[in-house]
């Protein structure tokens, strides 16, 4: 099964604004991971909160997790036409090394 | 260069034939995946190793069988069981699984087409 649902599908958004992209799991998990990836390409790690954080920043992306309701959020802020790409969340879980990725958002940020 | 490699980038297989996707990492990682994607869709987890000569089925593996035999390559072959087998298949690779907090170095995929 699925873990790591993610919404929205799409989002669409012009260039300067802010960039929020939701994701929710269902098993016990080591660390939440969020991964972009350019259309046809292979994917590319982001950022990765571990279980017992709430919040983490790097650069212009903060990721949040809230383990009580098995979600995690990753914003983006001042976005830019690069950002454009798919972001998938991917949950890390506890017993073994299994990582189990969501549907993902495809975000597309217009000049 | 250290990194992750897969290959081909393109396949293209008839029907009924067996075919293999090689996926070789030169990271010292223990852990290895294989995924398969759809167009405009997530990743699905179909094989994973944690350690040479040992594997587990992920959320998708009938059709699919893989061999660890080496630590650095974990090749992902595609029956003729697979019944629709056309998509892009990822391989990725991470540290031990008990180093739990580690990220995944993904390759650039192979895009297979049954024609």
């Known amino acids: 099964s699925q873990q790591g649902e993610e919404d929205p599908q799409a989002l669409s958004i012009q260039e300067g604004e802010n960039a929020t992209m939701n994701c929710s799991y269902k098993t016990s998990i080591n660390n939440l991971q969020w991964y972009r990836q350019n259309s046809g390409r292979g994917l590319v790690h982001l950022i990765l909160i571990r279980s017992n954080e709430r919040e983490k920043h790097s650069g212009r992306l903060r990721v949040t997790l809230d383990t009580s309701k098995k979600s995690s959020s990753l914003l983006i802020t001042a976005s830019r036409a690069a950002d454009t790409a798919s972001y998938f969340c991917?949950?890390?879980?506890?017993?073994?090394?299994?990582?189990?990725f969501g549907e993902g958002t495809q975000l597309t940020v217009n000049p | 260069d250290g990194g992750i490699t897969q290959s081909p980038k393109y396949l293209f297989r008839k029907e009924g034939q067996n075919v293999t996707l090689s996926c070789e990492q030169n990271l010292n990682h223990d852990a290895m995946y294989w995924y398969r994607q759809d167009p405009g869709q997530g990743l699905r987890l179909i094989y994973y190793s944690q350690i040479v000569n040992d594997f587990q089925k992920g959320d998708i593996a009938e059709g699919y069988s893989v061999s660890r035999e080496k630590k650095e390559s974990f090749p992902l072959t595609v029956t003729s069981a697979q019944k629709n087998p056309t998509a892009f298949y990822l391989c990725?690779?991470?540290?031990?699984?008990?180093?739990?907090?580690?990220?995944?170095?993904f390759g650039q995929g192979t895009r297979l087409t049954v024609v």
């Open positions: 990725a690779s991470s540290i031990l699984p008990g180093q739990a907090n580690t990220e995944a170095f």
């Open positions: 991917a949950a890390k879980e506890t017993s073994g090394s299994r990582l189990t």
